[in-house]
């Protein structure tokens, strides 16, 4: 079954530094999804992606955030100056056509920033 | 805004019991539902969906969901859990059409004891 392949599974980082997450989607999805989930809270939306643009994000994506497709089959989200609170699991997600087809998840990067 | 509630943070049920995990949503629009699980270091799976027509869903793994719509509730069973389905499960919202992002829950952990 085609699956949503994130790297690196796990990524430590000082206060400060930028960090790219990794994401393959399945690669005939058109829809793709950045959400996040700080440990014993919600998984939160954070950004989608349609058509090489952003679709919709939310207040928690400001400008330290950015996506990009660079190659047709990555999809990166960059952190540009990683603060303590952004500790935590982030998920890419792919969808064919869109929610009401369900999203395929990734098995997600846990982000340390210490 | 959509939103969701899940009124259990965990569940514990012995083997071979019946589970109802309940869910209820908010929202002034038309929606879709969705459950996901999510086992231990491991990404979201989606379980099953609904968009419209029958309020009596079926999903993977023996699980199955109602959509009650005057009671804004859609509730997850099954009638006999088995000690795999120890997971994290997440029911999510999401407004109807195109790309919309998904609202989730903040998840209840089903413990099912041998």
């Known amino acids: 079954e085609p699956e949503v392949t994130q790297t690196p599974s796990h990524q430590v980082t000082q206060m400060g530094q930028e960090v790219i997450l990794r994401c393959v989607p399945i690669?005939?999805?058109?829809?793709f999804y950045w959400y996040r989930q700080i440990l014993g809270q919600k998984v939160e939306f954070l950004v989608s992606?349609?058509?090489?643009?952003?679709?919709?994000k939310s207040e928690i994506f400001d400008d330290q955030f950015s996506v990009e497709r660079p190659d047709g089959s990555n999809f990166t989200l960059k952190i540009r100056s990683t603060k303590l609170e952004d500790s935590a699991m982030y998920f890419c997600?792919?969808?064919?056509?869109?929610?009401?087809?369900?999203?395929?998840f990734g098995s997600g990067t846990r982000l340390t920033v210490v | 805004a959509q939103s969701v509630t899940q009124l259990d943070s965990q569940v514990p049920v012995f083997e071979e019991a019946p589970v109802e995990l309940r869910c209820n949503y908010s929202?002034?629009?038309?929606?879709?539902l969705f459950w996901y699980v999510q086992y231990p270091n491991q990404g979201l799976q989606l379980l099953l969906k609904?968009?419209?027509?029958?309020?009596l869903v079926k999903g993977i793994n023996g699980f199955e969901a109602e959509f009650n719509k005057s009671q804004t509730s859609f509730h997850l069973r099954k009638p006999s859990v088995h000690i795999s389905d120890t997971a994290e499960y997440f029911c999510?919202?999401?407004?109807?059409?195109?790309?919309?992002?998904?609202?989730f829950g903040i998840g209840t952990k089903l413990q099912v004891i041998p």
């Open positions: 997600a792919s969808s064919a056509e869109g929610v009401r087809h369900g999203y395929t």
């Open positions: 690669s005939n999805h058109l829809y």
């Open positions: 992606f349609y058509n090489n643009e952003i679709s919709e």
């Open positions: 929202s002034s629009v038309s929606v879709y």
């Open positions: 609904y968009l419209s027509g029958s309020t």
């Open positions: 999510a919202v999401s407004v109807s059409g195109g790309y919309q992002k998904v609202t």
